[in-house]
C-alpha cells in the first residue's frame, strides 16, 4: 500500500488512520501508541508494513509547510555544525579519559 487514509464519522471522537510501512507518519503513530496507549491504538499491522491506528479526531489537523526564509536556514545550518563540532569534542574527550 502506498496511501494514506483518514476515516472517521461524524461526531466520533476517534478518527482510524492507515499508514505505509516505512513513512514518518507510521513512526510517529508508533510511538503515540507506545506513548498515549489510553488515546492511540495499534489496530492492525498488515503484511506488507502498512499499519492501522485509532487515534483522537483532534490529534488530526491540517497546517501549510512553514516559510523560512534564507537566513533562517543559514541560522540553522550553523546550529547544525556546531552541534555535530561539539558532539566529536565530546568523543574526542571521552576517548582521552578512558585512555588514561
Given at each position: 500500500?502506498?496511501?494514506?487514509?483518514?476515516?472517521?464519522?461524524?461526531?466520533?471522537?476517534?478518527?482510524?488512520?492507515?499508514?505505509?510501512?516505512?513513512?514518518?507518519?507510521?513512526?510517529?503513530?508508533?510511538?503515540?501508541?507506545?506513548?498515549?496507549?489510553?488515546?492511540?491504538?495499534?489496530?492492525?499491522?498488515?503484511?506488507?508494513?502498512?499499519?492501522?491506528?485509532?487515534?483522537?479526531?483532534?490529534?488530526?489537523?491540517?497546517s501549510p509547510?512553514?516559510?523560512?526564509?534564507?537566513?533562517?536556514?543559514?541560522?540553522?545550518?550553523?546550529?547544525?555544525?556546531?552541534?555535530?563540532?561539539?558532539?566529536?569534542?565530546?568523543?574526542?574527550?571521552?576517548?582521552?579519559?578512558?585512555?588514561?
Amino acid at each position: 500500500m502506498n496511501e494514506h487514509d483518514i476515516c472517521w464519522i461524524k461526531n466520533s471522537d476517534y478518527a482510524e488512520v492507515t499508514t505505509p510501512s516505512g513513512t514518518a507518519w507510521k513512526s510517529k503513530l508508533m510511538r503515540y501508541a507506545e506513548s498515549h496507549p489510553d488515546e492511540v491504538k495499534l489496530i492492525a499491522e498488515n503484511k506488507d508494513g502498512s499499519a492501522v491506528f485509532h487515534v483522537p479526531v483532534n490529534w488530526i489537523k491540517c497546517s501549510p509547510p512553514r516559510k523560512v526564509s534564507e537566513e533562517q536556514k543559514a541560522a540553522a545550518g550553523e546550529r547544525l555544525r556546531q552541534m555535530w563540532e561539539d558532539r566529536k569534542m565530546e568523543e574526542v574527550e571521552d576517548e582521552q579519559r578512558n585512555t588514561f
